[in-house]
């Protein structure tokens, strides 16, 4: 979502600044802008824009600004529209500026009070902030006591950076339920919402509890919890290249991650498989207890959203086929608002590349509240993100960067880490049989491998790629464990090139999708060589016998023969329960790579989404 970066230094800052904007350009975004203290009278100098941050570099050269203090901001509307008055930073009186990522839900309660002490210039909800900010600042104290007052005014999730013409020297910043992390320099120091941001100065990092706030000088950083207490926090080495998120030979960074999978995926696998089977050992934190708490788990409740609620849907066939454990996999918006029934012996699995997830960070916060006892679990590409501090266990995926909206190689990564997961828990559990154990094992050792030779389908799937160009709906099919591969492909496509595309399970046409077939409305079927294939076959005699053009991605050694209206494109042979999902996923990826290619859309950034959903 919206991104903050911040500094302050004995240099001029706005270069740092822009650059963290321009890393922080993935998570998506509608204006930008800058605040600085100047450095002879620390006046506050501000300019924003509308649009992507190259359009707030084209103002900055018609009108330069430069000063030693400073913050920036990129912004995703929720309050107000995507104007260059809504966007951040705000200013209150000439001497506070602002800047906000999250949500406060009581700012029209805050608005109405302030009405005719302040002049509003906005329609955000972040308005209200500064100048609660500016209100505690006049009563006496410091910017850091009048932050943390405006704190305890505030209701809904917050991360917040903030600068005083009075304190130019000085950055306070606070977070509830929004990701901020500080970056450690040498005579100066960083704020930002995401490391990435800040990689080009600095691989030091300390991330902020639920409810630090802190103050940044040149030469210190101090910190406060929640209860205003002062507080020592860890500081992290970021082992991140800066160039692991530079886009090299690639025209967009969804095609990059779509080719870095089957490293991606051998680095998942790395020191967690052994000769023949999986090292159960996973999660080298575990204490005996939990251990022992793992061995009795009967149950599995999955939450996520998007992409990593599909792959905790694939592995949900996975868990009660192969384990025979029960299993739920819910979306975390929904998840959080109902009153769930949670188990005894249940384990609690959360998913998200990012770490971050508002609904999905609130859905464990939730378990563990009503269940302090229960065993919980985040895969996750991000080490130090919100999730994996508050669960007991962590599996990281080792996707590295991923900066395009669309995820690909965080897809592919989850459903490896659960892939692992499923053979440590059947180990452990002792249900799956040694000879099982080492097949499937055997068949993740040639993922990699495999994945690599489905990427050379590229050439072919480009060419199928021409028939969506004038198409403005499209349907996916799939059953079993490749109805979830359907939705993610269906998803796919609709993120990056606006298509309207629908995921059905192929059993399902017959109550209501199969109105849809025409002519007009490309078919696309994920069809591997498992049980369910004769199933599948009937299905898809139902579309043909209505004129419907189906483009077939499965195994080469599956009969079905293609004609006029079917494309049949074998992707690979031999594949298991466990590879032919992740398998087939990659033609889904590249077909909505192309067909948004074709269609002229911005491919890393499509319009009104954002790559880290920070805020319900």
Known sequence: MCGIVGAVAERNVLPILMEGLRRLEYRGYDSAGVA??????????????????????QALAADPIAGHCGIAHTRWATHGQPLESNAHPHICNHRIALVHNGIIENHQALRAAQLGRYRFTSETDTEVI??????????????????????????????????DSAAPDLLVVARRGSPLVIGLGIGENFIASDVAALLPVTQRFIFLEEGDAAQITLNSVTIYDAAGAAVERTVHESSLNPQAVQLGNHRHYMHKEIFEQPDAVQQTLEGRIGGAGVIYDLFPQLTQAARQQLAEIRQI??????????????????????????????????????????????????????????????????????????????????????????????????AGPEIGVASTKAFTTQLTALSL?????????????????????????????????????EPQIAALATEFADKHNALFLGRGTHYPIAMEGALKLKEISYIHAEAYPAGELKHGPLALVDDQMPIVVVAPNDALLEKLK????????????????????????????????????????ITAPILLTIPLQLLAYHVALIKGTDVDQPRNLAKSVTVE
């Not at 506050?44 to 570099?57: E, I, N, S, Y």
């Not at 600042?137 to 005014?153: F, H």
Request: hydrophobic share 45%.
């Open 130 to 163: 500064v100048h609660q900010v500016f209100d505690h600042l006049e009563r006496g104290g410091t910017l850091l006591q009048a932050v943390q007052r405006t704190t305890l005014d505030l209701q809904g999730a917050y991360a917040l950076a903030v600068i």
């Open 538 to 577: 009937s299905n898809l005699h139902e579309v043909q016998a209505r004129g419907g053009r189906m483009i077939i991605f499965t195994e080469q050694e599956v009969d079905i023969a293609p004609s006029d209206a079917v494309t049949v494109l074998p992707v690979i042979s031999g594949l298991g329960p």
């Open 301 to 398: 409740q999955i939450v996520a959203c998007g992409t990593s609620y599909h792959a905790g849907l694939t592995a949900r066939y996975w868990f009660e086929a192969i384990l025979g454990i029960a299993c739920q996999v819910e979306v975390a918006s929904e998840f959080r608002y109902r009153s769930p029934v949670v188990l005894p012996n249940t384990l609690f699995i959360t998913i998200s590349q990012s770490g971050e997830t508002a609904d999905t960070l609130a859905a464990l916060q939730l378990v563990k509240q009503r269940h302090p006892e229960m065993l919980t679990l985040t895969i996750c590409n991000a080490p130090e993100s919100s999730l994996t501090r508050a669960s007991m266990l962590t599996l990281l995926t080792h």
């Open 421 to 457: 997961l499923l053979l440590a828990l059947g180990k452990l559990q002792q249900r799956i049989p040694a000879e099982q154990e080492e097949k499937m094992v055997l068949s993740l050792r040639r993922l990699p491998g495999l994945l690599q030779q489905a990427l050379q389908l």
């Open 36 to 57: 600085l203290l100047a450095d002879e009278d620390h006046l506050l100098q501000r300019c924003r824009a509308q649009g992507k941050v190259a359009q707030l570099a």
